[in-house]
Each structure stands twice: as structure tokens, then as C-alpha cells.
């Protein structure tokens, strides 16, 4: 079954820091980029951060330039979004999406999504 998965969401103070997985099944991220996007409620869903296939090549959106890290460990099968120095702002439900592809792509370009993680951040 060809899936992603998310985990790592949760509670967290204003300030705090997360770790966000996606892992992969049924397919190997070596030939995938990989995309983080998140929704708050009653916004639409937007792009975070990408990854290229071969790690090369990253994209952060402004508003989390300098906070958050993408990576991508293909031994692992696994991607991940380190976030730091959390805001409010930041409380939405985060998901991970892969296209196969060298470079990312825009939303909604991926061909598989995780059901998403939510993150909550407290002032």
C-alpha cells in the first residue's frame, strides 16, 4: 500500500520546538521530492517547506525561513520538518506530500498526501 504517514504533532509553548515525520510506505523517497503544508482553520492550505529528490534543493516559505529545517532520510524512508522557535501562527494541522520528481512542485502537485498532523501552539 503506497502511503505516507505523518506523526510527531502536538502541544507545545510559544517558543518550543517540534519534530515532524513522514514516513513513506510502498515506494522509495529517493526519487521524491517532498512537500509540508499545513491548514489552519478557516485558511487554505499552503506550502512550508520542499525538499528535492536528492536533497539538494530546499524551499521555505517566508513566514518560517530560519525556524523550520526540512530533511530527508532515504535509508529511512523517512522526511522531516524540525520546527523551532513555534508561534501561534504556526497552530495548524500539518501534512506531507511526495511527487516524483527532482525538484518540488507547487500545491497541489503531489501525487500521494498523509492524512496530516496537527500542531498547537500556546501563548
Known amino acids: 500500500q503506497l502511503q505516507l504517514v505523518e506523526s510527531g504533532g502536538g502541544l507545545v509553548q510559544f517558543g518550543g520546538s517540534l519534530r515532524l515525520s513522514c514516513a513513506a510506505s510502498?515506494?522509495?523517497?529517493?526519487?521524491?521530492?517532498i512537500g509540508w503544508f499545513r491548514q489552519a482553520p478557516g485558511k487554505e492550505r499552503e506550502g512550508v517547506s520542499c525538499?528535492?529528490?536528492?536533497?539538494?534543493?530546499?524551499y521555505y516559505a517566508d513566514s518560517v525561513k530560519g525556524r523550520f529545517t526540512i530533511s530527508k532520510d532515504n535509508a529511512k524512508n523517512t522526511a522531516y520538518l524540525q520546527m523551532n522557535s513555534l508561534k501561534p501562527e504556526d497552530t495548524a494541522v500539518y501534512y506531507c506530500?511526495?511527487?516524483?520528481?527532482?525538484?518540488?512542485?507547487?500545491?497541489?502537485?503531489?501525487?500521494?498526501w498523509g492524512k496530516g498532523t496537527l500542531v498547537t501552539v500556546s501563548s
Open positions: 525538499i528535492g529528490s536528492s536533497d539538494t534543493s530546499t
Open positions: 510502498g515506494f522509495s523517497l529517493d526519487y521524491y521530492a
Open positions: 506530500a511526495a511527487v516524483r520528481s527532482s525538484g518540488c512542485s507547487p500545491y497541489p502537485y503531489y501525487d500521494y
